[in-house]
């Protein structure tokens, strides 16, 4: 049975935290090209493919050089004017237009820009697991990260949320009412050059497995 045949599935948003300004790439880490799209353009299609519901994403640095190569994306773009505050403002941006232009969501998943391996089965693995009242998070490195999913129960404390205290703050407070799936290539993410030379690289699987020795 497809996933898009169940109705909690059909309303749950896909929030893509794209506002960083990328300070220690030195350059937009959503432009970077991997696999013939920018990892913001590769993102956005991953989530697009879910048909889960609505796709929001949370522009703030560098908006006006990321945003014209979204233009053919049937996705909602918003501008985090507060982006420089950290992580949370983009989080609060993107459940607050989440909860006005889309309430019949009643779920959220968060994502970032920068995980090039999340796919869809990582995803529609985070969402089958929802529910309203739950906390579904990917699990690598022996930690949770995103993407996670969010009921909507936790959207009040999403939008509590200040500074540089992501949603990791909520995994850690509700630890035993996780649920933790298995994502182990979550821990690839771009910040810095040679993260992004290493992505390149044919021999990034064989280092990864080189470092957990």
């Known amino acids: 049975m497809p996933l898009t045949s169940n109705p909690l599935i059909e309303m749950t948003g896909i929030i893509i935290l794209a506002a960083g300004s990328s300070s220690r790439l030195g350059k937009?880490?959503?432009?970077?090209?991997?696999?013939?799209?920018?990892?913001?353009?590769?993102?956005?299609?991953?989530?697009?493919?879910?048909n889960c519901g609505p796709v929001i994403v949370v522009l703030g640095g560098n908006a006006n050089l990321i945003k014209p190569?979204?233009?053919?994306?049937?996705?909602?773009?918003?501008?985090?004017?507060?982006?420089?505050?950290?992580?949370?403002?983009?989080?609060?941006?993107?459940?607050?237009h989440l909860e006005k232009k889309h309430p019949q969501a009643n779920s959220a998943v968060l994502m970032l820009c920068d995980q090039p391996y999340v796919d869809e089965n990582i995803l529609q693995k985070l969402i089958a697991?929802?529910?309203?009242?739950?906390?579904?998070?990917?699990?690598?490195?022996?930690?949770?990260?995103?993407?996670?999913?969010?009921?909507?129960?936790y959207f009040p404390e999403l939008l509590a949320l200040k500074g540089n205290e992501g949603a990791k703050h909520l995994m850690l407070k509700h630890k035993p009412d996780v649920t933790t799936i298995p994502f182990e290539l979550g821990c690839v993410d771009i910040d810095t050059v040679e993260d992004f030379q290493r992505l390149t690289s044919k021999n990034l699987c064989e280092e990864m497995k080189q470092s957990r020795r």
């Open 28 to 50: 937009p880490k959503q432009n970077l090209i991997f696999s013939g799209q920018t990892l913001l353009q590769r993102t956005i299609h991953t989530a697009l493919r879910i």
């Open 69 to 96: 190569a979204l233009g053919n994306f049937e996705v909602d773009i918003i501008f985090n004017a507060d982006w420089q505050e950290g992580i949370s403002s983009s989080i609060r941006t993107g459940i607050q």
């Open 129 to 153: 697991a929802g529910k309203q009242e739950t906390i579904v998070a990917s699990g690598y490195n022996e930690t949770t990260g995103p993407p996670a999913f969010f009921g909507r129960y």
